[in-house]
């Protein structure tokens, strides 16, 4: 083989692989697509599928981009989920849900054994893999909607969080909404919004985008180029016809520095006796940050009480405990955390509610 020829060779293959890992998602070939206006953008191929057959937008809300790569995989944006497509799972595992919960750092240890409720208790259920129970209206919630294929499992019990009594699980968040009415009273939180704004992802990624074309009856869809797709902005090249397919590559994940969640140990107390706020610090990835200082502000009726709880542990762990008091029942008690580390201060927000 001639040298030219293997120059030629070499830069095909090297071209191939470039292509495949930044330029924009493509339609799955036999699928449709479907536009949804009020936000914009495309879903489609097993995308659109999972979508469906989960309960759609009541689920994972709106669309927030269209299909693209990120970190290897392509993936989809949703007002309440990330959708990761594995194209070597078997075909009913191929489209997952990212572990949203765990990444923004929502995960609390497990309850302690004497907690834990019998087998056979009909409205409580404990997941010995995370360490937590589902009960009640959630766990119903849960059996109607999906289960472990869209929520995963529990990572936290019952909280209140700015008076809403909500709970964590790995890919998903329910909110308890008491005035709303039969059968809404159990909602999802966002967390596809809080991962995007957590990691601040390109404005190029959310821009609105046209439909994709609707293929006839009997004819394959037609596969967008990438100009019809909300992807990263062209950039420029020397290579002439290669100028439409070569794409920027997503603005790397490091403008966070850490992020920090704060919950408490009981939602719901009696009044007076101990309370627990635990707080974990964590960077852009996950991963614990250790020797984060950690400040606790409870807002109890009587004024406001400011603790030094320490720093956090090689996990990026750090709980307090405190003396509650003699609170009016039904009064929200607001906890405020504040940690610094490396000369930044970032705060979180907690709550719980003394009850009979």
Known sequence: ??????????????????????????????????????????????????????????????????????????????????????????????????????????????????????????????????????????LEYFDRHGGLDVFGYPITELIVEN??????????KMEWHPENPIPHQVTLGDLGDEYIRRINLPASYLAPVAPLPTPSDGQRPIEPTPSEVASPTA??????????????????????QFAVSAWVKYALTGQGGLQTVYVRTTDNWGNGIANANVEVIVHFRGGDQVFNAGNTDASGYCSFTFNIGDQPLGYTVLIDVRVTYGGRTVTAQTSFIPWR
Do not use: C
Request: glycine share 8%; hydrophobic share 35%.
């Open 235 to 256: 950039v420029s090249s020397d290579k002439g016809q290669l100028d439409s397919f070569v794409f920027a590559t997503p603005t790397p994940i490091s403008h966070v």
């Open 163 to 172: 008076g809403i009594v909500v709970q964590y699980f790995q890919r998903g």
């Open 1 to 138: 083989m001639n040298r030219l020829l293997k120059v030629v060779i070499m830069a095909s293959l090297s071209l191939g692989l470039v292509l495949w890992v930044i330029t924009p998602a493509r339609s799955q070939v036999g699928v449709g697509a479907r536009y949804f206006p009020a936000t914009g953008h495309n879903v489609q191929g097993e995308f659109l599928t999972f979508f469906d057959k989960y309960g759609g937008e009541a689920i994972f809300g709106l669309p927030r981009t269209e299909e693209f790569f990120q970190d290897g995989l392509k993936v989809q944006y949703f007002q309440r989920a990330r959708m990761e497509y594995h194209p070597y799972n078997p075909a009913p595992y191929r489209v997952q849900l990212t572990l949203l919960g765990d990444l923004l750092g929502y995960r609390l240890p497990p309850i302690p054994p004497s907690s834990i409720p019998p087998p056979n208790h009909p409205q409580r259920r404990y997941y010995p893999q995370t360490g937590h129970t589902l009960s009640y209206t959630f």
